[in-house]
């Protein structure tokens, strides 16, 4: 990244890691994509019980690695051979981990988290469920407002997952959202949190690179 971008995203970084603790989370930054996991291990028990959710940002970080290498209880979704009900089954025992992990699609410099899913377990487990959710996320996601949240979610983060999945809509195609009403949309729920209720319970961990869509 070329230093006069990566100090005006330093710069974005700092008022949003301010704004989301004003906002009752937690706020860490690293420079690169090698030291989330150092500081994973330092948020997250040993004997804790962990879930995830999909992520091509925790991926890029070997974060899924790790936690299936640890000691921790993994309530892991990915498990080989399972059916789809079984998959369904696990994404509701995610409710009861102890750490919940994900990335966003965006944040706004007001401290706002933004994403949206087409099942809805990421998002309905960032909102409740898990006792701890930690929140990773590259710098190329920080966004001034909600207007340009949504705008990212629509014009880049759907279009490229569409894409990364193979689907058969629209945006695919070309390459940004029309609010289609194909059965294979993803953009389902969309999901702004904002001030917390109890402190400390979201954690965001802001990466200095540019990490998924």
């Known amino acids: 990244m070329l230093s006069q971008v990566s100090a005006i995203y ?5 008022r949003t890691m301010i704004a989301l603790e004003r906002n009752r989370m937690k706020a860490h930054f ?23 959710g999909g992520s091509q940002t925790l991926d890029q970080c070997a974060v899924l690695t790790f936690l299936r290498g640890g000691s921790y209880r993994v309530i892991d979704r990915y498990t080989p051979g399972l059916t789809p009900e079984e998959v369904k089954q696990v994404q509701r025992e995610a409710f009861s981990a102890d750490y919940y992990l994900c ?87 969309y999901v702004s949190i904002g001030p917390q209720r109890q402190k400390g319970r979201i954690t965001v961990i802001l990466v200095g690179e540019e990490l998924g869509y």
Do not use: Q
């Not at 690169?32 to 948020?43: G, I, M, Q, T």
């Open 103 to 189: 990335s966003v699609n965006a944040l706004s410099e007001n401290g706002w988290l933004y994403a949206v899913d087409g099942g809805g377990n990421r998002v309905a487990a960032m909102i409740y469920g898990p006792d701890n959710v930690i929140i990773v996320a590259g710098v190329n996601k920080l966004v001034f407002d909600e207007d340009e949240a949504f705008l990212r979610l629509e014009r880049l983060a759907a279009p490229a997952n569409a894409m990364r999945l193979n689907l058969l809509t629209p945006c695919v195609h070309d390459g940004y959202c029309s609010n289609c009403n194909s059965e294979d949309r993803i953009c389902c729920s």
């Open 10 to 14: 330093h710069k974005r970084a700092e």
């Open 30 to 52: 690293v420079e690169s994509r090698d030291l989330v996991v150092p500081l994973l291990k330092e948020l997250i028990p040993s004997d804790a019980s962990v879930s995830f």
